[in-house]
């Protein structure tokens, strides 16, 4: 009997953890690398259940655990996970902010908003702030496997549900007429110069010191300028 059945056993028993994704033609199995994901939420309890349900599935390596939007940062920089699941509200930092400065640092990095939150305002903003999926937390967890999946190859993903509400906020916002200062969507030198001073994070009491205006002229140009660029506030 040849000798190459036997060699090719042994290469099989040194792998960590096969997988059926192989070479097909021997019969024999190569591991595939997991999904890395850090997970960010302030209930231990539902971490651990998390992860636990993730380790079963198999494909997945939870190698983080953050309890707080800070932490979450400071562990997505060393850890360089391919998804990070990341709750809306904790201490310190929430996850809308996390998301936006991880995303500001690192682009690269695919994170999936889980959260109890169904809120049209949280979706959007979500969005805004850069992350590639945005799940309710009672979500199925095979749904969840394949969404996870799906965001580590470079697809965003909603539920069916978030979804549907996405499109029907675009379609209200496409209906309702634009304020005049929208429609121009152009600024004055001076409001040119208020939004540099913003910016550079200036108050307004320095903008004001800085351009030799009164402060209350500041916050009208602060108002004219967030209407024309449709943003809720100067963060």
Request: hydrophobic fraction near 45%; include cysteine.
């Amino acid at each position: 009997m040849p000798a190459w059945p036997f060699r090719a056993r042994a290469l099989a028993r040194e792998e960590d953890v096969p997988t059926r994704s192989a070479r097909v033609g021997c019969g024999w199995y190569r591991r595939m690398p997991s999904t890395r994901v850090l997970l960010a939420d302030d209930h231990a309890l539902f971490r651990r259940g998390l992860a636990s349900l993730l380790a079963a599935e198999g494909g997945f390596e939870v190698v983080g655990e953050a309890v707080d939007g800070q932490r979450a940062l400071e562990m997505a920089r060393a850890l360089m996970p391919d998804v990070i699941l990341m709750d809306v509200s904790m201490p310190v930092m929430d996850g809308l902010e996390a998301t936006r400065r991880i995303k500001a640092e690192m682009p690269h990095a695919r994170i999936v908003i889980l959260t109890v939150s169904d809120g049209e305002s949280c979706l959007f903003e979500a969005i805004r702030c850069g992350a590639e999926g945005y799940l309710p937390k009672r979500i199925d967890p095979q749904a969840l496997y394949a969404t996870l999946r799906g965001v580590a190859r470079g697809e965003a993903s909603v539920s069916r549900m978030m979804a549907t509400r996405l499109l029907q906020g675009f379609a209200r916002r496409a209906r309702q007429p634009a304020p005049a200062s929208a429609r121009a969507a152009v600024l004055t030198a001076r409001e040119k110069e208020v939004l540099e001073h913003v910016a550079r994070g200036s108050s307004n009491e320095e903008i004001a010191a800085a351009l030799a205006i009164a402060e209350t002229a500041v916050k009208g140009h602060l108002k004219t300028i967030l209407d024309s660029l449709h943003h809720e506030n100067r963060a």
